[in-house]
């Protein structure tokens, strides 16, 4: 089943070049997402205070995880929010 481009704020491909060999697709896709995530939340007339300090956050619970997101399940935000609770 071949997944459709949806243009929406925030998507990934929009940041991406088309026809590009990704070196390490992985990581810059989740990079690309997280830049996507970033403009959408500038293009709400979010402050770049805000939305930095959001980025941070979702940066803190990847290195939590050390997983990608699509890799995840709900019992890793349980994990993270037992550990920041304990700390």
């Not at 060999?21 to 992985?26: D, E, G, R, S």
Request: no cysteine.
């Amino acid at each position: 089943m071949a997944r459709q481009k949806v243009d929406i704020d925030g998507a990934a491909h929009l940041v991406l070049a088309d026809g590009v060999m990704l070196l390490h697709p992985a990581e810059t896709v989740l990079e690309a997402m997280l830049t996507g995530r970033f403009r959408q939340q500038r293009s709400r007339m979010l402050s770049v205070g805000t939305a930095t300090a959001r980025l941070h956050l979702v940066r803190r619970f990847i290195a939590f995880t050390g997983t990608f997101p699509w890799q995840r399940d709900p019992s890793d935000v349980e994990d993270w929010a037992s550990a920041l609770l304990s700390e």
